[in-house]
């Protein structure tokens, strides 16, 4: 697919790049990140459509409360078992068993696994209501009820595995099975209370807490509409419009391919939620340009890696994980979207702080106005996806209509495509391909969703996490801050291997209820998990969307997630700033007033930062001119700013006002020195200035 092409102008003008639209006529949003897929053709090919439009039916049905079914009151739990029939089985066609199963047709063993699945959610679903009024979940199930529930803890495992790989499989299944032996005496501060198989099954498939638990009912309640309505953006041309809008509006700056990279991926992000999709979106266009403008090819990748890492931090649209925080801390969506703001606000300042300065130390320039889309034109083309967005933002925080935002906001985005778009007007064929990548999404996150619900069903099963909570305190000695860096390591540790969601849900369960004991927010706490996990995907040695970067960008795959750790370098420490002071993410007293006060200091340091990283100082020079001394001035920028950037009071010893002006006592002297410095380098012998 081509990215960019030129529109032929008048001779007296410079030629004009178009960019393309990044996602084609399709795109994808991928939580697991998983590339090697069976493409469904034929009869299956529309049993996926048809099921999605099932899925999607039954969601406005649930959601706005149409009846259906008429003369009958569906259950929660039926229409969470009725979603896991229709997507599940799914998993076994689309994601091949092995490196060796075929792509172009559906081995036999697939088919059988594919019949298992679906019967054995259908008998579940048709016994749910029994086990609520006799609380089989407890014990006293029959057992046919108990055969179809292994079958599903079975499927369960192996849909874990083809979605999320054997890391995620070997990371879930020994907690699933725990139970059955959490009596055992080498199992220390992890003993629980027992349970047999046949009690163990009946809790996994039939209780509230475990399979139909907190990941498949933010499935259910909310993350299917937002991804109905990223697929519709996408295939409405949204991409192509944000594409050249990050163009028009930053392409001219110092360094301007990169941070129409940050600006591009950011509002791609918005959309998507997924890593991998905005990289190998975005990058397609803004990777190319980047190294055109001169930046090297790891870098460039590194950038890309960065930029799209924060997709799922940002709001409206966030990943699947933001759904997951809502329903664990049983709040709204919308309250974990507007507490995302300033952190996403500041790693996306943060970063682009950090390619300023880069340019400027290397001379970098923009690219000209002349071959650049231009801001009224592109506005013009694409004036409805503001509108539209704006609609859904309105209904999220003003109605509080969660649920339904994001269907309202797709109907009026489809109308208004079709009225005022010649080339992305939809036809049949276009509504079956939103269906069938709408339908591959939700075969892929009910694959992970549903497995790592287990997780859950397994420690509220053996009532073991108030204890462990107590163990991790006194492990720490009730250090705060002992706590939060052992939090972080183990994010950053368990991101290596499982998906963003998987990872949060890990510790959502066993580090969350310590940190909450300490009196932190829980807020807080919850995006400081959810952020950490997220960083996994710029951090070697996996560093997926680092990898994914390369391979655009034609550079070393190590290398570049080197690049990204320093690049996004600064994105490490923000996480602890919104656990020290709750305001950064809106929660306290005052929240907006503080939380605006806490983002400018944190952005005045994150300035200081980035000069002392990159070797130049905005309003000071490159600090190459300080000879010897610029090494001592890099690092002491880089502490003071932190302590600038750092937020007082709380669980900190020093009050908001002696961190900063501690840290202004660091800046001032290091600042003075590096301006006299630069500006006795710039003089020259016979007394004139170097221009």
């Known amino acids: 697919m081509s990215s960019v092409s030129t529109s032929t102008a008048p001779q007296d003008e410079t030629k004009r790049v178009v960019f393309d639209d990044p996602h084609g006529a399709a795109g994808n949003m991928q939580e697991a990140e998983v590339t090697r897929v069976r493409t469904l053709r034929g009869a299956w090919r ?267 931090l940002a709001p409206p649209v966030m990943g699947a994980t933001a759904f997951v925080i809502a329903q664990f801390l049983n709040i709204s969506y919308a309250e974990v979207a507007v507490a995302a703001i300033i952190p996403a606000a500041l790693y996306y300042v943060g970063l682009f702080m950090q390619v300023d300065t880069y340019a400027a130390r290397h001379g970098l320039k923009g690219i000209p106005r002349a071959e650049l889309p231009r801001i009224m034109d592109t506005i013009k083309d694409g004036w409805y996806y503001v509108f539209v967005i704006a609609l859904l933002i309105v209904m999220l925080l003003y109605f509080k209509r969660e649920s339904h935002a994001p269907f309202y906001a797709t109907a009026l985005l489809l109308v208004l495509n079709q009225f005022f778009s010649k080339d992305t007007r939809w036809t049949l064929a276009t509504i079956g391909k939103f269906l069938e990548v709408n339908g591959r999404t939700f075969v892929e996150l009910v694959g992970i969703l549903a497995g790592c619900g287990l997780l859950i069903g397994a420690f509220s099963m053996t009532g073991v996490v108030s204890s462990l909570a107590n163990d991790l305190l006194h492990i720490a000695g009730d250090n705060p801050f002992l706590l939060l860096g052992m939090c972080a390591v183990t994010s950053l540790i368990l991101g290596l291997g499982l998906t963003t969601t998987a990872c949060y849900i890990f510790l959502a369960i066993l580090v969350a209820p310590a940190l909450e004991k300490l009196g932190l927010n829980k807020m807080a706490v919850h995006m400081f998990i959810f952020y950490w996990g997220m960083l996994s995907s710029i951090t070697p040695p996996v560093a997926i969307a680092s990898f994914a970067a390369a391979g655009i960008a034609g550079s070393p795959a190590m290398k570049t997630g080197w690049e990204s750790m320093w690049v996004g370098s600064i994105i490490y420490f923000i996480p602890f700033f919104f656990v020290l002071n709750p305001a950064l993410v809106l929660q306290g007293p005052s929240p907006y007033l503080a939380g605006l006060g806490l983002m400018g200091l944190a952005a005045f340091g994150t300035l200081f930062i980035c000069g002392g990283i990159q070797g130049y100082q905005p309003f000071v020079g490159d600090l190459r001119s300080a000879g010897g001394l610029e090494w001592p001035i890099r690092v002491l920028l880089v502490i003071g700013g932190f302590v600038v950037a750092t937020p007082g009071g709380g669980i900190m010893p020093l009050s908001q006002l002696q961190v900063t002006l501690l840290g202004l006592a660091i800046l001032a002297p290091t600042v003075l020195l590096a301006l006299l410095l630069v500006r006795r380098q710039a003089v020259v012998p016979n007394g004139l200035r170097v221009p």
Request: hydrophobic share 55%; proline share 4%.
């Open 46 to 312: 529309w049993t996926l459509v048809a099921a999605t439009a099932a899925t999607i039916l039954l969601c406005i049905n649930q959601q706005f409360s149409l009846r259906f079914f008429i003369g009958y009151t569906q259950l929660n739990t039926e229409y969470f078992y009725l979603l896991i029939a229709l997507m599940l089985p799914f998993t076994f066609l689309i994601f091949p068993g092995s490196e060796r199963a075929p792509l172009d047709r559906i081995p036999w063993y697939d088919l059988v696994l594919f019949a298992a699945t679906f019967a054995a959610a259908l008998l579940l679903m048709s016994n749910v209501r029994k086990a609520a009024e006799a609380g089989w979940e407890f014990g006293g199930a029959p057992n046919n009820v108990i055969a179809a529930g292994l079958v599903m803890w079975v499927m369960l495992m192996e849909a874990l595995r083809r979605t999320g790989g054997w890391s995620l499989l070997l990371s879930v299944l020994p907690f699933t099975v725990y139970p059955l032996f959490a009596e055992s005496s080498w199992l220390g501060p992890f003993r629980g209370t027992q349970s047999t198989l046949e009690q163990a099954t009946a809790y996994h498939v039939l209780s509230g807490e475990s399979l139909l638990g907190i990941p498949i009912q933010a499935f259910a309640d909310t993350v299917i509409g937002f991804l109905v309505f990223g697929t519709a953006l996408m295939m409405t041309g949204a991409g192509k419009f944000f594409i050249n809008l990050s163009f028009a509006m930053c392409g001219t700056f110092r360094g301007g391919a990169a941070k129409v990279c940050i600006f591009a991926s950011g509002l791609l992000g918005m959309m998507s939620g997924s890593i991998i999709s905005n990289v190998l979106t975005a990058g397609t266009m803004t990777i190319p340009v980047m190294k055109k403008s001169g930046f090297r090819a790891s870098y460039a990748g590194a950038i890309e890696a960065c930029a799209s890492t924060g997709a799922v």
